[in-house]
């Protein structure tokens, strides 16, 4: 039997967003910590990594969503997927736990 504990799911992109709309990138694995690598947009050193691993400041991407919209539907630069818990609706009271008045 083999272990997987300790093992990250794979990390697939979401949505590309529409031109002008922001990139939603809050999984840590689009932040390195230990290096800062020149951008591939506008070779400033940057922190941050795409889905695909690239260098790139969010807005960088963002701005090049914006200018490459034919392209942006490729995927290179996208939103994380939801989590089931950011699109899951709260929980309906049920009326028949009412309290009598």
């Known amino acids: 039997m083999t272990r997987t504990r300790g ?13 002008g709309a922001l990139l ?8 390195d910590r230990w290096q800062d690598r020149p ?13 695909a691993g690239e260098p790139v ?10 200018a490459n919209p034919v392209e942006a ?3 290179r630069f996208a939103s994380d997927t939801p989590s089931p818990r950011a699109t899951s609706a709260p929980p309906t ?8 008045p």
């Open 7 to 19: 093992k990250k799911a794979p990390f697939e992109p979401g949505l590309v967003p529409p031109p």
């Open 24 to 31: 939603e990138w809050r999984d840590s694995q689009h932040f």
């Open 39 to 51: 951008c591939v947009l506008c070779d400033k050193p940057t922190p941050m990594r795409s889905h």
């Open 57 to 66: 400041h969010k807005a960088c991407a963002e701005d090049w969503i914006a």
């Open 73 to 75: 539907r490729l995927g």
């Open 93 to 100: 009271p049920d009326p028949s736990h009412r309290r009598p």
